[in-house]
C-alpha cells in the first residue's frame, strides 16, 4: 500500500485520515489493543458525527502493521484467532519513519531536484 503523502493537508493529515489518527493516538496511549477495542474508542471519539467500519479500521491496522509502524501478536479465543495490535514506534519515532521514507522516495526518483530543494530549504532556515 504504502504511506501517501497530502501536500494539500497539515499534520496527520498529511499522511492519514482523522479517524486513522485516532486509532493511531489510541494505540500509542495504551499499548496494546485489539481492533475491537480501536474501532470503539474511534467511533466514541468521533461522537456520532460519523461512524467507521471495523473493517475500515481492520483494514487500516494491518497496512500500518505491512508499513511497520505497527506490530501485532496473535491470540487465540472465542471466535478464533485475533491480533493484538502494538506500537513499535511511539508518535516521534512514526513521524520520523513517515519523513525518512518520504524523503527517500524523492531521492530515489529525483535525486538532483531533491538535493538540491534540501539544500535551498536548509540555507533558507539555516
Known sequence: MGI???TGE???RTVVKDYQEMALRFIWGSGERGSKEVWLHV???LGGLSSISRASIINFLNAMVDEGA???TEITGKGGHR???SPPLDEEGFKRYVAKNVVAKL???WPDATREAIEAIIGENG
Open 10 to 12: 497539515d499534520g496527520f
Open 70 to 72: 505497527l506490530s501485532y
Open 43 to 45: 467511533n466514541k471519539e
Open 107 to 109: 531521492f530515489e526518483t
Open 83 to 85: 491480533r493484538i495490535y
Open 4 to 6: 501517501v503523502f497530502d
